[in-house]
């Protein structure tokens, strides 16, 4: 059984730095596809930053430049290092691995940009 567990999140001013961890338990492959989701109050959830087990990497408009997604897969687990965070950034943020076809969802973890 899979099980993502996020971490990293919390209060941050305009213009801070966060760096969001996601630790896979289970049998994982190394070769998985890994995403960022985030969901803003009233909003719809939205795709911010995909690895794929080739180790490509594509990010939302609204964050490139200035968040970086990568993995560790000898320890099995995945960041989003995000920089210059904006209010806008505010969201629950939730990670996703895809493995044999089926994803794998983290329970989320809260990141606010607020002065």
């Known amino acids: 059984q899979v099980q993502l567990v996020e971490s990293g999140g919390g209060l941050v001013q305009p213009g801070g730095s966060l760096r969001l961890s996601c630790a896979a338990s289970g049998s994982i492959l190394s070769d998985n596809g890994w995403d960022w989701y985030r969901q803003a109050p009233g909003k719809k959830r939205e795709l911010v930053a995909v690895i794929t087990g080739g180790g490509e990497r594509r990010y939302a408009g609204s964050v490139k430049g200035r968040f970086t997604i990568s993995r560790d897969n000898a320890k099995n687990t995945m960041y989003l290092q995000m920089n210059s965070l904006k209010p806008d950034d505010t969201a629950v943020y939730y990670c996703?691995?895809?493995?044999?076809?089926?994803?794998?969802w983290g329970q989320g973890t809260q990141v606010t940009v607020s002065s």
């Open positions: 996703v691995l895809t493995q044999y076809g089926r994803e794998y």
